[in-house]
């Protein structure tokens, strides 16, 4: 089963119980609703694992080879302030100065990208709030392809600017890839709300998978009913696994 394009579309959802980050609060989702704790806690480490050692290239990634072990620590701590700003590291990554989110949000796609931009669309509103995005919004969010400078498939750029973040894909999986990395960016535990709008931390992102078969296999029978496979695919889908089986 292809997960990453599939993922999050599954239309409206209730608000969630579990906090407004982006990859705690589906893990929380998973450990409280359907699964037993151990075999949600065995999912999700085993993905970090995996990760560490056959994923997304993490030697390249933001920490580089020193943070091959340290990564599955600041994972599983997801909800903590030194936990990565975005999961699996990126393969470049540098910090910008903070900026501030302001609401409402309005997202703008390039032809082709509408399903990504629904996902963002109704994650930002999960994260602040059902008047987050509108029309016309204080702080634009641009997701466009970009062929002419992102070559690889599943490529993505993110970068934050004062007023506007662009999120740039060679391909519509890339485009996944950086709604993903966008919603763990403003869900993250260290953002604040201001007088002004939501402080964020600013960031210039590059980043390319290293194989782009990157799977993991679920014993489907663990799973009580299909709403509790579907939150775990959903997880899975938001640290950037490609394959479930």
């Given amino acids: 089963m292809m997960l990453g394009i599939p993922s999050g579309l599954h239309g409206p959802k209730k608000r969630s119980v579990c906090g407004r980050n982006f990859i705690a609060r589906k893990i929380c989702e998973v450990m409280t609703v359907r699964f037993g704790m151990a075999l949600a806690f065995l999912t999700f480490a085993s993905a970090g694992v995996w990760f560490v050692h056959k994923g997304w290239d993490m030697e390249q990634g933001a920490w580089g080879k020193s943070g091959r072990h340290s990564a599955i620590a600041s994972w599983l701590t997801t909800n903590h302030e030194t936990s990565p700003l975005i999961f699996p590291p990126p393969r470049k990554f540098q910090r910008l100065p903070n900026w501030t989110l302001k609401l409402p949000i309005k997202v703008e796609a390039t032809k082709g990208l509408e399903a990504p931009a629904n996902l963002l669309k109704r994650e930002l509103a999960e994260i602040f709030g059902d008047e987050a995005v509108a029309e016309k919004g204080l702080t634009i969010v641009s997701l466009e392809l970009d062929t002419r400078r992102l070559h690889k498939d599943e490529e993505y750029a993110l970068e934050t600017n004062a007023n506007k973040v662009t999120l740039r894909a060679h391909d519509l999986q890339g485009a996944f890839w ?68």
């Fill in 178 to 245: 950086a709604v993903h990395s966008f919603l763990q960016l403003v869900s993250h535990p260290t953002v604040r709300r201001t007088s002004q709008g939501w402080q964020v931390a600013g960031v210039r992102v590059h980043d390319y998978p290293k194989s782009n078969f990157r799977a993991f296999m679920i014993q489907g029978a663990w799973a009580p009913n299909i709403e509790a496979y579907r939150m775990t695919l959903e997880l899975l889908a938001r640290l950037k696994v490609r394959y479930v089986a």
